[in-house]
T-cell receptor, first 116, second 115 residues
Framework: DTGVSQDPRHKITKRGQNVTFRCDPI?????LYWYRQTLGQGPEFLTY????????KSRLLSDRFSAERPKGSFSTLEIQRTEQGDSAMYLCASRGTGVTSTDTQYFGPGTRLTVL | AQTVTQSQPEMSVQEAETVTLSCTYD???????LFWYKQPPSRQMILVIR????KQQNATENRFSVNFQKAAKSFSLKISDSQLGDTAMYFC????????????WGAGTKLIIKP
């Protein structure tokens, strides 16, 4: 069990550019979540996958945001035409189907996005 | 809708002291889960302790324990024999079926352990 990994860890971009983040969940976990966290605040839910199906999207997720999980393993989160307000930490978490882990989300280290 | 409230934005204690962080929540569900997560500066969100609402016994993990009062919708975290490495943001979170098992978070408490 190598834990949840995210790439890149840091991303600096100019306003208007597109960015894509990747999340690799714990291998046997079929549920994957994306959250956004701004400085000094708790995370806010963005979207949720069960296997490859995107089951829920927050109203926070504007049309500029899209997420995929094409084979039910890793996931990508893309932000198009970035704005300064998109600057935040983007967290990925996964949750499994095993007996002991169905109720706990395990987090990756996050991707810190800075939009200049 | 479920909400989670942490009323202490910041706390500081001396090393080796005991500290209690408060959390209250609001829900109409009967079965749900509660969590405390720790987020050290510029580091990963780490699970500290979890509690299933159907269990009356309070969860404990080494120096960390909770006081779960279901009727009062209160879920406080006690850290005994605090250590410098406990310095972090602590978030209380709720998870239930009505929110499709997404985590609903409090605003966090910044805990500083002083040497």
């Amino acid at each position: 069990d190598t834990g949840v990994s995210q790439d890149p860890r840091h991303k600096i971009t100019k306003r208007g550019q597109n960015v894509t983040f990747r999340c690799d969940p714990i291998s046997e976990h079929n549920r994957l979540y994306w959250y956004r966290q701004t400085l000094g605040q708790g995370p806010e839910f963005l979207t949720y996958f069960q296997n490859e199906a995107q089951l829920e999207k927050s109203r926070l997720l504007s049309d500029r945001f899209s997420a995929e999980r094409p084979k039910g393993s890793f996931s990508t989160l893309e932000i198009q035409r970035t704005e300064q307000g998109d600057s935040a930490m983007y967290l990925c978490a996964s949750r499994g189907t095993g007996v002991t882990s169905t109720d706990t989300q395990y987090f990756g280290p996050g991707t810190r996005l800075t939009v200049l | 809708a479920q909400t989670v409230t942490q009323s202490q934005p910041e706390m500081s204690v001396q090393e080796a002291e005991t500290v209690t962080l408060s959390c209250t929540y609001d829900t109409s569900e009967n079965n749900y889960y509660l969590f405390w997560y720790k987020q050290p500066p510029s580091r990963q969100m780490i699970l500290v302790i979890r509690q299933e609402a159907y269990k009356q016994q309070n969860a404990t993990e080494n120096r960390f324990s909770v006081n779960f009062q279901k009727a009062a919708k209160s879920f406080s975290l006690k850290i005994s024999d605090s250590q410098l490495g406990d310095t972090a943001m602590y978030f209380c979170a709720f998870m239930g079926a009505d929110s499709n098992y997404q985590l609903i978070w409090g605003a966090g408490t910044k805990l500083i352990i002083k040497p």
